[in-house]
C-alpha cells in the first residue's frame, strides 16, 4: 500500500526559532499533498494545499509567511514554522493523495508534535 | 454555515456487538464521503470511501450508509474486538477534489 513518512514525528524547540517538517510520498508520486493541524480532541483543520511545483493555497486564517511551504518533488513536501511561539504547538499532520490514483482517497503521514518552549 | 457533526461523546460498546457511528452534515453537496480511522497521537488511516450515488458499501467487518436526503451517514463493525479501539472520522469531498473537510471523530472503546 501506498506509505506516506513524516518526520520528525516529535520536536521540542525554543519559541522564535524555525522548525521544518518534512512529508515524503516512498511508493507513489503526490501530485498534492495537504498540512493539517490537530488541537487535542478536535478534528483536523486543513491549513494548506500544496501543489508540485506551484505555490500553495492556504485556508482562510493560516498566514503563509509563518507556514512556508514548499512541494519542490512529487515526492517531497516541507512545512516550515517560522519563528514558531508556545501557540504554534500542536500536531501536524501531512497527507497525499495519489496521482492519477483514481479512488480519491488520503495517505496520511504519521504526525509531527511540535511543542514551543 | 457548513458543519459536519459526529457523536461528540466516547461510544462504549461490549466486545461482538455491532457499532454504529453517525455523520450528519449540512450545507454540504459531497460528491462522496470517508471514513478513517486514527488512533492516538497517528495520522488517520483511510477506511472506506462511498459515492452520492451508493446506498451503502461494505468491506469485511465494516458497513457504511450514504443518505444524501438525510444527509447523514452511518459507520458499522460488526463482531467488534478491543482493537477496533480509535477515534473515527468522517470526511467529507467536494467534486473535483478540491477539498476534504473533517468531522470532529467519534472515540470507540470496545469493552473486553
Known amino acids: 500500500g501506498a506509505v506516506v513518512s513524516q518526520h520528525p514525528s516529535r520536536v521540542i524547540c525554543k519559541s522564535g526559532t524555525s522548525v521544518k517538517i518534512e512529508c515524503r510520498s516512498l511508493?507513489?508520486?503526490?501530485?498534492?499533498m495537504f498540512w493539517y493541524r490537530q488541537f487535542p480532541k478536535k478534528s483536523l483543520m486543513l491549513m494548506a494545499t500544496s501543489n508540485e511545483g506551484s505555490k500553495a493555497t492556504y485556508e482562510q486564517g493560516v498566514e503563509k509567511d509563518k507556514f512556508l511551504i514548499n512541494h519542490a518533488s512529487l515526492t517531497l513536501s516541507t512545512l516550515t514554522v517560522t519563528s514558531a511561539h508556545p501557540e504554534d504547538s500542536s500536531f501536524y499532520i501531512c497527507?497525499?493523495?495519489?496521482?492519477?490514483?483514481?479512488?480519491?482517497?488520503?495517505?496520511f503521514g504519521s504526525g509531527t508534535q511540535l511543542s514551543v518552549l | 454555515s457548513q458543519k459536519i457533526e459526529q457523536n461528540s461523546e466516547a461510544l462504549n460498546i461490549q466486545e461482538g456487538k455491532t457499532a454504529t457511528l453517525t455523520c450528519n452534515y449540512t450545507n454540504y453537496s459531497p460528491a462522496y464521503l470517508q471514513w478513517y480511522r486514527q488512533d492516538p497521537g497517528r495520522g488517520p488511516v483511510f477506511l472506506l470511501l462511498?459515492?452520492?450515488?451508493?446506498k451503502e458499501k461494505r468491506k469485511e467487518r465494516l458497513k457504511v450508509t450514504f443518505d444524501t436526503t438525510l444527509k447523514q451517514s452511518l459507520f458499522h463493525i460488526t463482531a467488534s474486538q478491543p482493537a477496533d479501539s480509535a477515534t473515527y472520522l468522517c470526511?467529507?469531498?467536494?467534486?473535483?477534489?478540491?477539498?476534504?473537510?473533517f468531522g470532529t471523530g467519534t472515540k470507540l472503546q470496545v469493552i473486553p
Open positions: 497527507s497525499a493523495s495519489m496521482a492519477g490514483g483514481g479512488d480519491e482517497k488520503l495517505f
Open positions: 511508493d507513489f508520486q503526490a501530485t498534492t
Open positions: 462511498i459515492r452520492e450515488n451508493e
Open positions: 470526511a467529507l469531498v467536494s467534486g473535483g477534489y478540491q477539498k476534504v473537510t
